[in-house]
């Protein structure tokens, strides 16, 4: 029988000399449940393996290898395993400054990035929301 892995690791990055911060995790659980929580920063999170399960906005989404989840700051969401082999990810946290002006601070002219489907699998893998 195999050890259980529940391993998080971050990482904190500058942009330029002040520029605001981009934290990264990377993460393998095994069984490790999130309760409901929110971010203050865009969540941007690529499935590396296994596969999870979020509930978010109502539905249930869920992520195999190569799925990518953007969530809008202020979201709640939960997140666990959706199978016995766990899930592995990763997720950049970008403060909303950064896409809303850019890393150069021009403003966007259109305002806050928005979409209604915060799931984004690539045409190999075949995550569902469910």
């Known amino acids: 029988m195999s050890a259980r892995r529940e391993e998080a690791r971050w990482t904190?990055?500058?942009?330029?000399?002040?520029g605001p911060p981009l934290?990264?995790?990377?993460a393998h659980f095994d069984q490790h449940r999130y309760a409901p929580h929110a971010h203050d920063?865009?969540?941007i999170g690529v499935c590396v393996g296994g596969s999870e399960i979020i509930d978010y906005r109502g539905g249930r989404i869920r992520t195999g290898p190569g799925s990518i989840v953007v969530l809008a700051p202020g979201e709640?969401?939960?997140?666990?395993?959706a199978a016995s082999d766990g899930y592995a990810y990763r997720a950049l946290y970008a403060e909303p400054s950064l896409l809303t002006e850019g890393i150069l601070g021009s403003p966007r002219t259109?305002?806050?990035?928005?979409s209604t489907t915060p799931n984004w699998p690539p045409p190999c893998a075949s995550p569902t929301r469910t």
């Open 41 to 43: 920063e865009y969540t």
């Open 110 to 114: 259109s305002g806050t990035p928005s």
């Open 23 to 26: 934290d990264l995790l990377t």
């Open 76 to 81: 709640m969401h939960t997140g666990g395993p």
């Open 12 to 18: 904190r990055a500058t942009l330029g000399r002040d």
